[in-house]
Structure formats: structure tokens, C-alpha cells
């Protein structure tokens, strides 16, 4: 099955710029959607299609992906963005076709 | 604006059935767009995916859980359910419902309910 590598904990100052990896084979050639985890909260959907926001999301996230490594960016990071961050994908070759990553844990110092 | 409500008993013995349901407010569950799904979370883990229906009672399941695991769909309650049998304290977790925009690319979740923590134990 298809596997989604995240590293477990970025730490960021304020005001500064989080980037947060998602690794997985060939990915630039899957769309890449982002989920955003407050403690004791649901997710919360920021990135779609590699790069989209939903309507509320600030424009503070971005998204890229490409080769084997998708990528969350976070611009002028708040304490307010301190959460876990998954990353998840359609793998259509499989019968458990939502596949999510690994989780990171995004720390504001 | 769409939300997910789920509801059911936040504890369950082992080797019984959970069950839960979601219900959909401030929308339509009959859509032809989108899919209603379950995922849970284990405690300090990550998302996994249960399984999926469309309103017209379709169904994907995780493989590694479909042995035990029926999701059904009640249009005229605006609902849908999950129900697993033979439960574990492995299944201890946190259950969401979503909602996921089709079933294939891109299948992304837009909406989910607040969740609701399911604990295994006699």
C-alpha cells in the first residue's frame, strides 16, 4: 500500500516560516490535500489539490508538490498554528485508497 | 452551512458491536457530489480511513477492518452509521465523520463532525 512519510515535529519562531514535508512515491503525479489538528479538535481541511485553499483558509498556507515530496507551507506563523498537520492522498491503485501521512506535530516557539 | 453530528455510547465491552451515527445538518445527504465517510484516531496516533458510502448506499470499506465494520444510510433521517462488531481495546479511538467529495481523485474531506471518543473496555 501506499505510504505517506511526514517528519513528527517541525518548530518555528512568530513571524517566521513553517514548511512541513510530505514524502511518498512519485506524489507530484497525485493531488495532495492538508488537514490542519488542534488538540482535542476534528481536522480541519487548509490544502487541496496540491495547492488550493478553502474558502476561510488564510493565504498564510500554501501548497506544492512535486516528485516524490508535497509540501505545506505556513507564511508569518502564528501561535494560533500550532497543531498537527496530515497530509493525505487518493491512491487509486489500492482498495484503502485514502491514505494519510504520518502526522506532524507544527511547535510555535 | 453543512455539519456532521456524531452520537452514540463512549463505551462498548469487548467482543460487542459499537455503534454510531452521524447526522448531516444545514445540507443535503442525497447529493450526487459527495461521499460520507468514517475515520478514527487512535489515542496520540494518526487518521485511518473505516470506510465510505454514497446516498444511495454504496460501499468501501478498509480492508484491514471490513470483516467487522457495515456502514449504512438513512436519506430520509439525513444520516448515516457505523457499525463494528467484535470490538477490541485496539478500537479505542476517536470516530469522525466526513464528508469527502466523491470516491476517486481528488477525494478530499471538507467537512467533518467534532468527533466522538469511543473507549473499549468492561
Known amino acids: 500500500s501506499y505510504v505517506l512519510t511526514q517528519p513528527p515535529s517541525v518548530s518555528v519562531a512568530p513571524g517566521q516560516t513553517a514548511r512541513i514535508t510530505c514524502g511518498g512515491n512519485n506524489i507530484g503525479s497525485k493531488g495532495v490535500h492538508w488537514y490542519q489538528q488542534k488538540p482535542g479538535q476534528a481536522p480541519v481541511l487548509v490544502v487541496y489539490d496540491d495547492s488550493d485553499r478553502p474558502s476561510g483558509i488564510p493565504e498564510r498556507f500554501s501548497g506544492s508538490n512535486s516528485g516524490n515530496t508535497a509540501t505545506l507551507t505556513i507564511s508569518r506563523v502564528e501561535a494560533g498554528d500550532e497543531a498537527d498537520y496530515y497530509c493525505q492522498v487518493w491512491d487509486s491503485s489500492s482498495d484503502h485508497p485514502y491514505v494519510f501521512g504520518t502526522g506532524t506535530k507544527v511547535t510555535v516557539l | 452551512q453543512l455539519q456532521l453530528q456524531e452520537s452514540g455510547p463512549g463505551l462498548v465491552k469487548p467482543s460487542e458491536t459499537l455503534s454510531l451515527t452521524c447526522t448531516v445538518s444545514?445540507?443535503?445527504?442525497?447529493?450526487?457530489?459527495?461521499?460520507w465517510g468514517w475515520i478514527r484516531q487512535p489515542p496520540g496516533k494518526g487518521l485511518d480511513w473505516i470506510g465510505s458510502?454514497?446516498?444511495?448506499?454504496?460501499?468501501y470499506y478498509n480492508p484491514s477492518l471490513k470483516s467487522r465494520v457495515t456502514i449504512s444510510v438513512d436519506t430520509s433521517k439525513k444520516q448515516f452509521s457505523l457499525k463494528m462488531s467484535s470490538v477490541t481495546a485496539a478500537d479505542t479511538a476517536v470516530y469522525y465523520c466526513a464528508r469527502s467529495l466523491g470516491f476517486g481523485e481528488p477525494a478530499y474531506m471538507d467537512v467533518w463532525g467534532k468527533g466522538t471518543t469511543v473507549t473499549v473496555s468492561s
Open positions: 458510502i454514497y446516498y444511495s448506499g454504496s460501499t
Open positions: 444545514g445540507g443535503s445527504i442525497s447529493s450526487s457530489t459527495y461521499y
